[in-house]
Structure formats: structure tokens, C-alpha cells
């Protein structure tokens, strides 16, 4: 099986120009990471959490030290991993001071017999596996300190944007032994309540994974995608027989419809196939297989280059 990784940078209203070639670089270097690990004979989950690493490292995104901030000017993080071979699944969500949380999904998955670990009970974990707490403030960046402050003037309180919140991180990656594995990563929504958890860290909303159908990450406005279970809805129209491209369409767009709720995916097929699909206005993504790698930002943009 040639192995494949596609990776996205969260939905977004749009990414200014100034951004847009930081966010460009970080995205390709991600899905880069993700390749090589794959081409060394690595495993899909190696790969997708190689590659979610890279963003949450990365402050132009929301997620590990780009993560925005809630009402109380914090840090709170939501991730998931799962490994299409045999449906294992590991999550956290509303994690503080720990620089990568998809690493500590990943430990849940593989560390307990849980698949879901939350704020203290998570944090606990983190401290027995020897994951190094960081101080939050190192977290926390002046551009995201603007951003609450932006929103608090404008929005008020507790109040969220459909169109505005939509950044997340993911991967998807097909192994050359055929198996599958998702990773999904996000600080959440700017301004939100303190314990407010979103899809990130939902097993079948933030993503899904099974040898049997492909993988997907999800992003977007996490309430709407909770409520139809995104990740799993579009593996589902696969199931019934839809090409990709269908299943994207379906799914997104019943959500849009339903809900008036904006977000993106990116999808792997067990048998290699990779689509990307949004309704937000942008959302940075790249794939790379067969040696190339495909990436971009905006829609009707995609650049083609050879990898190293």
C-alpha cells in the first residue's frame, strides 16, 4: 500500500495576507513530518500524531501554543487519536499546561483501559506518565490575548460565532500495511466558557477511523458538529456506497442546511483515495503521497510540488 497523509489547519472566516505564508509553511511541514514517518515504515498513528505534534508546536494555529483563549483569558485543550485497525481511541479534553495533548490522547488510548480522560483526571495521568507540565502562560499568545479582547468588546460574554470558530488541527494517514489512524487537536472556541468542550475530542464527531471504510479529521463549529456527528455521518455515506467527494458533500452540507454550521474535513480511503472539503471561506491543508505533495489555503488553490 503507498502511504498517504493529509493534513488541515482548521477552518477559518479567512486567513489575512500577512498569515497566510507563516500558516502556508506550517501546514507543509506537518504533512512532511507526517510522510517521512510513514515512508520510514511507521505506523498511521505514528503518522498522525507526528504530523497534529508539528501543528500544536506551531502558534499560527489553534491548538498547543496557539491555542485561543477562554473567559477568563486561559488555555483549555480538546484532542482525540484512533487507530483504524482495531478501533482503539484515546482523548482529553479541557487539558491546561501540557504543551502537546494529543501525545497524552494517545497515552490513554495505549496506557488505560478508558477512552476518554478530562481536566484534572487527565492532567493527573499526564503527571504519571511523566509528561512534563508546563506553566500555562507559555500557552498563551499576545496574538490570541487581542483576539478575547476583540471578541469581549463584540460579541460579549460566552457568546459564539459559527463563522468565526471554526480552527482545529488534524491528520489522516493510510500505512503501507493498510491501516488507518486520525488525530484531531484544538484550544476550542475563543471566549468560551470555562469546561466547555467541544467535537475535538468526540470519538465519531472531531474524527474516526476504521481499516474498514478510511479515516477523517474534522473542524469547524464544534456544537454543530456534535450534533450530527460529522466524522461518523460521512464514513456512513461512504459505507452506502458514495465516492469521497459525495460523502464530503452530504455531510457538510446537511450540516450546513440543518444547522446553518460551517466546517471542513479531510478523508482517507482504505484504499488510498484523499479528498479535502470545506464551507468555512478558507482552510489550509495538504496531502502528500506518491512522492508529491499537494497543499493550499483557499478554494480553487492548490499547488503541486515534489517532495524531498
Same mark, same amino acid.
Given at each position: ?48 500524531? $507526528? ?12 491548538? *498547543? ?6 473567559? +477568563? ?20 479534553s479541557a487539558v491546561r499546561c501540557v504543551a502537546n495533548p ?16 478530562? +481536566? ?15 506553566? *500555562? ?6 496574538? +490570541? ?32 500495511? $493498510? ?27 472531531? *474524527? ?5 471504510? $478510511? ?37 457538510? *452540507? ?55
Open positions: 500500500m503507498n502511504p498517504v497523509v493529509v493534513v488541515h489547519g482548521g477552518g477559518a472566516d479567512n486567513v489575512s495576507e500577512d498569515r497566510k505564508e507563516r500558516v502556508r509553511r506550517g501546514i507543509v511541514r506537518a504533512a512532511t513530518v507526517g510522510y517521512s514517518i510513514l515512508q520510514e515504515g511507521a505506523s498511521a498513528v505514528d503518522a498522525v500524531e $507526528g504530523a497534529v505534534t508539528v501543528l500544536e508546536d506551531d502558534p499560527e494555529f489553534n491548538a *498547543g501554543c496557539g491555542s485561543v483563549l477562554n473567559v +477568563n483569558g486561559e488555555v483549555e485543550m480538546d484532542a482525540s487519536i484512533m487507530d483504524g485497525k482495531d478501533l482503539s481511541a484515546g482523548a482529553v494529543i501525545k497524552l490522547a494517545r497515552l490513554v488510548m495505549e496506557k488505560t483501559p478508558h477512552c476518554f480522560l478530562t +481536566n484534572q483526571g487527565a492532567e493527573k495521568f499526564a503527571a504519571a506518565m511523566g509528561i512534563p507540565e508546563i506553566p *500555562g502562560e507559555k500557552l498563551v499568545t499576545e496574538r +490570541n490575548k487581542k483576539h478575547l479582547e476583540k471578541e469581549k468588546r463584540e460579541k460579549g460574554a460566552q457568546k459564539s460565532d459559527c463563522k468565526k470558530n471554526l480552527g482545529t488541527v488534524g491528520a489522516v494517514a493510510l500505512d503501507r500495511k $493498510g491501516n488507518v489512524a486520525y488525530a484531531t487537536s484544538t484550544g476550542g472556541i475563543i471566549n468560551k466558557m470555562v469546561g466547555r468542550v467541544g467535537d475535538t475530542p468526540c470519538i465519531g464527531s472531531g *474524527g474516526y477511523a476504521d481499516n474498514d471504510i $478510511g479515516a477523517i479529521s474534522t473542524t469547524g463549529h464544534g456544537e454543530s458538529i456534535l450534533k450530527v456527528n460529522l466524522a461518523r455521518l460521512t464514513l456512513f455515506h461512504i459505507e452506502q456506497g458514495k465516492t469521497l467527494e459525495e460523502a464530503a458533500d452530504l455531510s457538510l *452540507g446537511y450540516m450546513k442546511s440543518r444547522l446553518k454550521g460551517l466546517g471542513g474535513l479531510i478523508l482517507v480511503s482504505k484504499t488510498g483515495d484523499w479528498v479535502v472539503k470545506w464551507t468555512s471561506a478558507s482552510m489550509p491543508w495538504a496531502a502528500a503521497k506518491d512522492g508529491k505533495l499537494h497543499s493550499g489555503i483557499d478554494l480553487d488553490e492548490t499547488t503541486v510540488t515534489d517532495l524531498p
